[in-house]
């Protein structure tokens, strides 16, 4: 099992975790990436946005690096995790995502294999039963298009290619407008292997029209 990668040593990937108030699954989704089973070296950063719960204290506990990120959005949030990032990959994941021991393995063992500048793979979904319309959307739609939707909660991106294309945008469905972005300037693609696990209460909170990707034929 992999250590996180310490001072004076270079990480190979800096997960980047976006958290408000976000204590409870925060633990979930930073256990998981303590138990990555990897050679690679990596690093973990939390941009805590301005939380009032015990998010920084959960993050410090499994020794991750905190920002400050009270920026208003997620896009920003990413941002600011980025800038603060030493890997050569990024992997940007939700507080509500947990990874398979296998996920940079078989991820960024993917990107590389195939010359990719970045990568998803497929995903379960908990909570109601109609989260697995999103599961089935995001991995069995998605990845056909020419130019796929990579989910803000799960994608390895190289660093180099985040900072030429200006990060995430800050606008509505940013993952949308960032994958579109990134596929005019760069290789991307979809490892078919299940190594996140992210819950599906945005879709009860935002219903079904509010979570799937749109205009998926542009």
Same mark, same amino acid.
């Given at each position: 099992?992999?250590?996180?990668?310490?001072?004076?040593?270079?990480?190979?990937?800096?997960?980047?975790?976006?958290?408000?108030?976000? /204590?409870?699954?925060?633990?979930? @989704?930073l *256990? !998981?990436?303590?138990?990555?089973? +990897?050679?690679?070296?990596?690093?973990? %950063? =939390?941009?805590?946005?301005?939380?009032?719960?015990?998010?920084?204290?959960?993050?410090?506990?499994?020794?991750?690096?905190?920002?400050?990120?009270?920026?208003?959005?997620?896009?920003?949030?990413?941002?600011?995790?980025?800038?603060?990032?030493?890997?050569?990959?990024?992997?940007?994941?939700?507080?509500?995502?947990?990874?398979?021991?296998?996920y940079?393995?078989?991820?960024?063992?993917? /990107?590389?294999a195939?010359?990719? @500048?970045? *990568? !998803?793979?497929?995903?379960?979904? +908990?909570g109601?039963?109609?989260?697995? %319309? =999103?599961?089935?959307?995001?991995?069995?739609?998605?990845?056909?298009?020419?130019?796929?939707?990579?989910?803000?909660?799960?994608?390895?991106?190289?660093?180099?290619?985040?900072?030429?294309?200006?990060?995430?945008?800050?606008?509505?469905?940013?993952?949308?407008?960032?994958s579109?972005?990134?596929?005019?300037?760069?290789?991307?693609?979809?490892?078919?292997?299940?190594?996140?696990?992210?819950?599906g209460?945005?879709?009860?909170?935002l219903?079904?029209?509010?979570?799937?990707?749109?205009d998926?034929?542009?």
């Amino acid at each position: 099992m992999a250590e996180m990668a310490t001072d004076g040593v270079e990480p190979d990937v800096s997960f980047v975790v976006p958290a408000r108030n976000e /204590a409870d699954r925060l633990q979930g @989704a930073l *256990a !998981s990436i303590s138990a990555l089973d +990897t050679a690679y070296e990596y690093e973990v %950063i =939390v941009v805590d946005g301005d939380s009032t719960d015990g998010t920084p204290a959960v993050a410090r506990e499994h020794g991750a690096i905190v920002v400050d990120g009270s920026a208003s959005s997620i896009a920003r949030a990413r941002n600011q995790g980025a800038k603060r990032a030493r890997g050569e990959w990024l992997a940007f994941v939700d507080a509500d995502t947990q990874v398979r021991s296998t996920y940079l393995t078989e991820l960024l063992g993917y /990107a590389e294999a195939n010359g990719l @500048a970045a *990568a !998803s793979s497929y995903c379960r979904m +908990t909570g109601p039963r109609r989260a697995k %319309i =999103v599961e089935a959307t995001i991995n069995y739609l998605v990845p056909r298009l020419e130019r796929p939707i990579l989910p803000g909660f799960n994608v390895l991106v190289r660093a180099e290619a985040v900072d030429e294309i200006g990060g995430f945008p800050d606008v509505p469905n940013e993952d949308t407008a960032f994958s579109r972005r990134l596929a005019l300037e760069y290789p991307t693609g979809y490892c078919r292997r299940r190594l996140v696990e992210n819950s599906g209460r945005r879709i009860d909170r935002l219903g079904l029209t509010g979570t799937l990707v749109y205009d998926s034929n542009n």
